[in-house]
């Protein structure tokens, strides 16, 4: 029976100390020339020292021109090699290893970020969320060839900064969801119709990123099991894709769930949601498989890595609120957090800001954490109203992620 706090080799070799992953949380702490902060340095600086095995950064975007969110990091280029070099070795103390996410958002860039977004095809967004978006245009077959590099570009230079690996984000509604997707992805040309033309942007970015980075660099892949709306990316989809990224050698697999329109299976609902199909997963592949949404107790974590459910337990929330949970877990001192639904008093209020306040109370106790000011626990949910608002004015009204 495997233990939640034995290592793990990535079959390159790659060792990982336990089975604690940090799930990506976009702290949204890049400065507004999108370059990471000391605050967003020192904040790994604690996650590594809290003794976290593997260490999934918040979205880096690729392309400066499409951004998910305000406060996003981008890397095109070498131009802030220094300050990635300081990031990816906050994030190496303590022997813990950092992985880059990589992402483009597609149609999920706020209409504040974005006049006109691009994706698959020109289909808008849906749900209670879209009028925050544009209507996005479908990208020419030279701009997906365009995007490819950028993601390869992005995965170089977190290599040459001394990150451990990199994370290709198809998770969630973005770009490489929306291409995996038949609701989002209409096109008729190679990129489009079949799963493995659908598939073919993920397949491009994944090839191209292993010849450049080399056999022993791992590159991880986030991916939902399903998005849950009928004619959408199925799970018999998610299966195939997966195998075929395994076949390809993906080095590490992270099963997830939801997006923008479905925003409350993000892991959100109660329990361990992906877990029964993370299971079937790690069945049918030869790469580890983590599995990220709704861990709360330490004997669920325990558990999914015993009965070898999962080899890696993604925690996002509970991690930013206890930024040292895996060595709490360790000396028996962590048992089980309990995630609050903040709330403003005002049911109506509630029902308008419960997304934004949702994210925003775990972007502030992440300021919190980086500043070394203690996290704050609590079901009101007007100090996180407060903090969002007086960071981006009006426009924090705007939904940037579910
Ligand atoms: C503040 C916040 C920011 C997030 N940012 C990202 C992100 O950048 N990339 C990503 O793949 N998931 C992101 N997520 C989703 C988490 O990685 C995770 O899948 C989800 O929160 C469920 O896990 P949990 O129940 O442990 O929180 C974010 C979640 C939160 C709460």
Do not use: C
Request: glycine share 10%; proline share 4%.
């Amino acid at each position: 029976m495997t233990n939640i706090l034995e290592e793990l080799q990535l079959p390159n070799g790659t060792t990982i100390k336990n089975r604690f992953m940090k799930a990506a949380t976009s702290e949204t702490m890049g400065d507004k020339n999108y370059r990471p902060t000391a605050e967003l340095i020192n904040l790994y600086k604690v996650w590594a020292d809290g003794g976290t095995g593997l260490i999934i950064t918040g979205n880096v975007m690729v392309d400066q021109t499409a951004r998910g969110e305000f406060g996003n990091v981008v890397v095109e280029d070498t131009q802030n090699i220094e300050l990635l070099k300081q990031w990816a070795k906050a994030g190496t103390q303590n022997g813990a290893k950092i992985f880059m996410q990589l992402n483009h958002p597609g149609k999920q860039s706020p209409k504040t970020i974005s006049k006109q977004p691009v994706s698959a095809s020109a289909v808008p967004m849906e749900g209670s969320n879209s009028f925050a978006f544009n209507t996005p245009r479908a990208l020419t077959n030279n701009e997906i060839k365009t995007i490819v590099q950028k993601f390869i570009n992005a995965a170089v230079v977190a290599k040459e900064a001394g990150f451990s690996g990199v994370e290709i984000h198809a998770a969630h509604g973005y770009l490489l969801s929306q291409f995996l997707s038949p609701h989002d992805n209409q096109r008729v040309d190679e990129y489009g119709g079949s799963l493995e033309n659908r598939m073919r942007l993920l397949v491009e970015i994944y090839t191209g990123m292993r010849e450049k980075l080399g056999s022993d660099f791992p590159i991880a892949l986030k991916i939902n099991s399903s998005d849950l709306r009928s004619g959408g990316f199925s799970e018999e989809d998610s299966l195939k894709v997966i195998q075929k990224m395994d076949q390809l050698g993906i080095d590490l697999i992270e099963i997830s769930g939801g997006n923008y329109e479905k925003p409350t299976v993000q892991g959100i609902g109660k329990g361990a949601f992906f877990i029964d199909y993370a299971a079937k997963v790690k069945q049918s592949v030869k790469a580890p498989v983590a599995v990220t949404g709704g861990f709360s107790t330490a004997n669920g974590m325990s558990k999914a890595i015993e009965n070898n459910e999962a080899d890696f337990i993604g925690l996002a929330r509970p991690i930013v609120l206890i930024p040292d949970l895996p060595n709490q877990f360790e000396v028996g001192n962590f048992t089980a957090i309990q995630l609050h639904h903040l709330s403003t008093g005002l049911k109506g209020l509630d029902k308008k800001v419960g997304s934004l306040v949702g994210l925003s109370y775990y972007q502030q106790q992440m300021f919190r954490v980086a500043k070394q000011l203690p996290v704050q626990i609590t079901e009101n949910a007007w100090s996180s109203l407060g903090f969002a608002v007086k960071r981006q004015g009006l426009s924090a009204f705007i939904p940037q992620r579910g």
